[in-house]
């Protein structure tokens, strides 16, 4: 598959993430909230790497320590704070905040794949475990809103839906994450056996 049609994907992925008639189900259902959000984070944004690094020949080097755990410690902040109640019912009230909201998951599940050493970058050797370490908070965060005895948020009064949204964060956001790590710890093993 060439190049420019993985980014492609990538940006056709995150339009209808975002288009109109999947806005408009996710006003109503905490699912499709989350399938929105999980579309943008583990699906837009690695195709978005994946293509994007190698059309525009991004200079091969490995990502210092420091980046690599910043991008990391970047992805899980935002996922964290974008779920805590005010913030959540925030971007469902305020258009810029929803944008904000948005473009922060795009940009930290591309930092995030992009750290993982995808694209035409070689890994870092500890990028495999910083990013499972990465799939941590989320994991947790899904099992919390799965396990919870009432609903987190005003916009989203209903505990099954949560409960359902919870299920598919953790499930469905964690393999893609985990997913992430095994190809990071593919391309840091590649790295390592090919030096002399």
Do not use: K
Request: hydrophobic share 60%; net charge neutral; charged share 10%.
């Amino acid at each position: 598959m060439s190049n420019r049609l993985v980014f492609g994907a990538g940006g056709l992925v995150a339009v209808l993430a975002v288009s109109p008639p999947v806005d408009a189900r996710t006003t109503e259902s905490l699912v499709w909230h989350m399938g929105q959000h999980l579309l943008l984070l583990a699906v837009a944004a690695p195709l978005l790497v994946l293509g994007g690094l190698r059309i525009w020949r991004a200079p091969i080097r490995p990502v210092s320590g420091m980046v690599l755990f910043s991008l990391v410690g970047a992805h899980v902040v935002v996922v964290a704070i974008w779920h805590l109640p005010p913030l959540f019912d925030g971007a469902e009230r305020v258009l810029p905040v929803h944008v904000a909201e948005h473009l922060s998951f795009l940009a930290a599940g591309a930092g995030l794949w992009w750290a993982a050493g995808l694209g035409a970058r070689p890994a870092s050797p500890v990028a495999a475990l910083a990013v499972f370490v990465a799939s941590l908070p989320g994991i947790a965060l899904g099992a919390a809103m799965t396990l919870a005895s009432g609903p987190w948020y005003e916009s989203y009064p209903s505990l099954v839906q949560q409960q359902v949204a919870g299920a598919l964060m953790w499930s469905v956001g964690g393999a893609a994450t985990v997913l992430c790590g095994v190809l990071s710890l593919v391309r840091s093993l590649s790295v390592l056996e090919a030096a002399p």
